[in-house]
């Protein structure tokens, strides 16, 4: 199995820029594909970013594409999600996903078998 912790939240003002983390405890981190998630007061848990097992296929919500972007380092099992461009509309609880590697539905949150805690990215005008 598969344990996440993300951190990197924090308050920042518009146009800046944060990069969250995603570490990932357990055996066979590579074999996992990941993904990013996250939910607004009073809104769904809606899909961010995702990436493959072997970090060579990405995608995006059409929200975040452009602004944000997914990488994984294996060998530090962690999954990055760098975010430029901080909207207010970007406010929300971050969450970090795995699931063992498969095909499709990477926007569906059940889909999902492990998620971490979340982690608060507040973003001011």
């Known amino acids: 199995q598969v344990q996440l912790v993300e951190s990197g939240g924090g308050l920042v003002q518009a146009g800046g820029s944060l990069r969250l983390s995603c570490a990932a405890s357990?055996?066979?981190?590579?074999?996992?594909?990941m993904a990013w998630f996250r939910q607004a007061p009073g809104k769904e848990r809606d899909f961010v970013a995702a990436i493959t097992w072997s970090g060579e296929s990405t995608y995006y919500a059409d929200s975040v594409k452009g602004r944000f972007t997914i990488s994984r380092d294996n060998a530090k099992n962690t999954v990055y999600l760098q975010i430029a461009s901080l909207q207010p509309e970007d406010t929300a609880v971050y969450y970090c996903?795995?699931?063992?590697?498969?095909?499709?539905?990477?926007?569906?949150?059940?889909?999902?078998?492990?998620w971490g805690q979340g982690t608060q990215v507040t973003v001011s005008s």
């Open positions: 996903a795995a699931r063992r590697s498969r095909l499709g539905m990477w926007y569906s949150r059940n889909v999902y078998n492990y």
């Open positions: 357990g055996r066979t981190f590579s074999s996992y594909d």
